[in-house]
């Protein structure tokens, strides 16, 4: 069992950055692949962003390429999601999520494939 708390989100004008922060519980966090979700309102929950456990592969959705960064700190069993030059449609509700894998390079962006989910954290961008 693993249960994750996001925290880091807030508002911000377009252009600047955030931070989010994951962090989880459980002895077996390294083994777990994180996944970075977001939900608009009235629209679908999207993939945003993954790290395998061994932190040596990431995955990015092409709509925030080059402008976020995912990382994980395995001592601290923390995620993070670094986003810069923010718009307005990046706001969202964001989820961290953790997916078991016996694979330490593999990840998934299907939301279906992660067993454990945080609450959100509201990311809110003004133009």
């Known amino acids: 069992q693993v249960q994750l708390v996001e925290s880091g989100g807030g508002l911000v004008q377009a252009g600047g950055s955030l931070r989010l922060s994951c962090a989880a519980s459980?002895?077996?966090?390294?083994?777990?692949?994180m996944g970075w979700f977001r939900q608009a309102p009235g629209k679908d929950r999207e993939f945003v962003a993954a790290?395998?456990?061994?932190?040596?592969?990431?995955y990015y959705a092409d709509s925030v390429k080059g402008r976020f960064t995912i990382s994980r700190d395995n001592a601290k069993n923390t995620v993070y999601l670094q986003m810069n030059s923010l718009k307005p449609e990046d706001t969202a509700v964001y989820y961290c999520?953790?997916?078991?894998?016996?694979?330490?390079?593999?990840?998934?962006?299907?939301?279906?494939?992660?067993?454990?989910w945080g609450q959100g954290t509201q990311v809110t961008v003004s133009s």
């Open positions: 999520a953790a997916d078991p894998l016996p694979d330490p390079n593999i990840i998934h962006s299907g939301a279906e494939r992660y067993d454990y």
């Open positions: 459980g002895r077996t966090f390294s083994r777990y692949a």
């Open positions: 790290i395998s456990w061994s932190g040596a592969n990431t």
